[in-house]
């Protein structure tokens, strides 16, 4: 099946400095990437999905200038936590579905631990 | 609104064992159901699904139907394997590609 990476898989930063993620689409154009944060013991949850080329739709509570997203090409999506705080510790989970399918493809996901 | 609970793990299985894992789902409107398996260190991988009531999906062994009178997809294998540890997800998604996933049974096969 298709595959989708991110990088990198785990990252520790400190409390103010800001992180990027990539997601990337490896064998097929994605032309809609979705990005998931996930609790420890909870369910995944939608924090936006972006469709190449546009700006990306943010789920109602999720801070947009604090989870910057960017879709510039069919096959890379970036997820930028600006001024991580501790609280943005948290397993952060994309996926990418091409324009001819209802498919997703997941990433393996992110841990991001911000001391 | 939506969401899906599913059972709560970890479950731990003798190889061979029958499996089954519950799921339940509050949807408005016409959802399809999914079933993802997540193995250690890899993303997400569709196991199964169903896109409408009394629809049976299945694959490697594993199966769950679609039961829209009592809003269930329960997975179910008839005998488990050591490689089939891993952590299963169940989900909705409704229109617009969204998707809903309960919070995850971690399954642990033993010999």
């Known amino acids: 099946g298709a595959v989708v990476s991110q990088h990198p898989s785990r990252v520790i930063c400190k409390s103010g400095t800001s992180v990027k993620i990539e997601c990337r689409s490896l064998?097929?154009?994605?032309?809609?990437m979705f990005w998931y944060r996930q609790f420890p013991k909870q369910s995944l949850m939608l924090m936006a999905t972006?469709?190449?080329?546009?700006?990306?739709?943010?789920e109602q509570g999720v801070e947009k200038d604090k989870f910057l997203i960017n879709h510039a090409s069919l096959t890379l999506s970036t997820l930028t936590v600006t001024s991580a705080h501790p609280e943005d510790s948290s397993f952060y989970i994309c996926?990418?579905?091409?324009?001819?399918?209802?498919?997703?493809?997941f990433g393996p996901g992110t841990r991001l631990t911000v001391l | 609104g939506n969401s899906v609970t599913q059972m709560e793990g970890p479950v731990t299985l003798s190889e061979e064992a029958f499996l089954t894992i519950n799921c339940t789902y509050t949807?408005?409107?016409?959802?399809?159901l999914f079933w993802y398996v997540q193995y250690p260190g890899e993303g997400l991988q569709l196991l199964l699904k169903?896109?409408?009531?009394?629809d049976k999906g299945s694959n490697k062994g594993f199966e769950a139907t679609y039961r829209k009178e009592t809003t269930s997809f329960h997975l179910e294998k008839g005998s488990v394997q050591v490689s089939d540890s891993a952590v299963y997800f169940c989900a909705l998604r409704v229109a617009g590609n969204q998707f809903y996933f309960g919070t995850g049974t971690s399954l642990t096969v033993i010999p």
């Open positions: 169903a896109t409408k009531a009394d």
């Open positions: 972006s469709n190449e080329g546009s700006k990306a739709t943010y």
């Open positions: 064998d097929f154009q994605a032309t809609t």
């Open positions: 949807a408005t409107g016409y959802p399809s």
């Open positions: 996926s990418a579905k091409a324009a001819s399918t209802d498919t997703q493809y």
